[in-house]
């Protein structure tokens, strides 16, 4: 069993920052890629960033700049360190762990946390 909690979001005014953190728990071999998306409402859910086993990274567009995603392997954790941010930035927030439970296994599976929202008033 694999649980992935995200944290820290909360209401910002425009120019604000946030800090968010996901932590995965339990049965955990490996850790892949971890990553943020976000949904707004009435739109699909999209990539914000990632970032591999070795610390690789890769940005949307749209953040560029002003987020910056980083991990800490030793505690199977990713953050999303948000600045700048714009109230077309408000969305709830989800962050996605690519891993392997058992060392036996050949895939990766993916687990999604439950979402936090961020929402940035203008």
């Known amino acids: 069993q694999v649980h992935v909690v995200e944290s820290g979001g909360g209401l910002v005014q425009a120019g604000g920052s946030l800090r968010l953190s996901c932590a995965a728990s339990g049965v955990i071999f490996s850790i892949n890629a971890m990553g943020w998306y976000r949904q707004a409402p009435g739109k699909q859910r999209e990539l914000v960033a990632g970032?591999?086993?070795?610390?690789?990274?890769n940005y949307a567009d749209f953040v560029k700049g002003r987020f910056t995603i980083s991990r800490d392997n030793g505690k199977n954790t990713v953050y999303l360190q948000m600045n700048s941010l714009k109230p077309e930035d408000t969305a709830v927030y989800y962050c996605?762990?690519?891993?392997?439970?058992?060392?036996?296994?050949?895939?990766?599976?993916?687990?999604w946390g439950q979402g936090t929202q961020v929402t940035v008033s203008s």
């Open positions: 996605k762990v690519d891993l392997r439970e058992r060392w036996y296994d050949n895939d990766l599976r993916a687990y």
């Open positions: 970032i591999t086993s070795g610390g690789s990274t």
